[in-house]
């Protein structure tokens, strides 16, 4: 009778220890579950926190610089012995640019048209205020003229601008190819890269 209580005692101790186990295991493994719910909530934090940054940083990037670029070309004059297109640029952005160096080129039928001898092909512009209107000339020989206002030869104007915003960590460009139009008398953008080291001439 006394060995059947004792046996039934430790049953109970038996019991009890599992039951305790049980719990503490089932503990356990809910304080793993939530130290990986822990770091999961770290990771997906810092990646948002990461992402907020870089769109800041690119937003930023994209409003404090300057924006060179081609308002309108046109002929200035064409019945003198120095057939004229103007090139009408300025700065888009909001800031200045600095250290702009800004060129023009006629190209007819696929050859470049060299700038006569005392007119630059290409000029240090400086400082583009935002806004400011600029101008740049190039020249043509009235014989070249004539063969494209016959619509016998195709003229193209290449226009390339270097460029610093303020902080001048990175060089800024613009290149972009016009193609003249005869009947229309219109100037019209066909192609062009914001890459620097690119020469389209």
């Not at 493994?29 to 939530?34: G, N, P, S, Y």
């Not at 048209?113 to 020249?139: R, T, W």
């Not at 030869?153 to 290449?158: A, C, D, E, G, K």
């Not at 001048?168 to 914001?194: I, K, P």
Request: hydrophobic content about 45%; proline content about 4%; aromatic content about 10%.
């Amino acid at each position: 009778m006394a060995e059947d209580e004792h046996e039934r005692r430790d049953r109970e101790i038996i019991r009890t220890e599992r039951s305790l186990l049980a719990r503490i295991a089932q503990a356990v493994k809910l304080a793993d579950f939530m130290a990986v719910l822990m770091v999961l909530a770290t990771f997906f934090s810092a990646y948002a926190t990461w992402r907020t940054a870089l769109v800041t940083s690119t937003i930023f990037a994209v409003a404090d610089r300057p924006f060179l670029g081609v308002q309108q070309i046109s002929f200035l004059q064409t019945d003198t012995q120095h057939p004229t297109i103007v090139v009408n640029f300025r700065n888009f952005g909001s800031i200045p640019a600095i250290d702009a160096i800004v060129g023009a080129h006629a190209v007819i039928d696929g050859k470049l048209i060299k700038a006569p001898a005392d007119i630059m092909s290409e000029m240090n512009a400086g400082i583009l205020s935002p806004n400011v209107p600029h101008s740049f000339y190039v020249f043509i020989p009235p014989e070249k003229y004539q063969a494209v206002a016959a619509g016998k030869s195709n003229l193209q104007v290449h226009v390339r601008m270097i460029y610093n915003g303020p902080a001048h960590q990175t060089q800024l460009c613009y290149f972009e190819r016009f193609v003249y139009d005869v009947r229309e008398n219109v100037f019209q953008a066909s192609g062009g890269t914001d890459k620097c080291g690119t020469d389209i001439f």
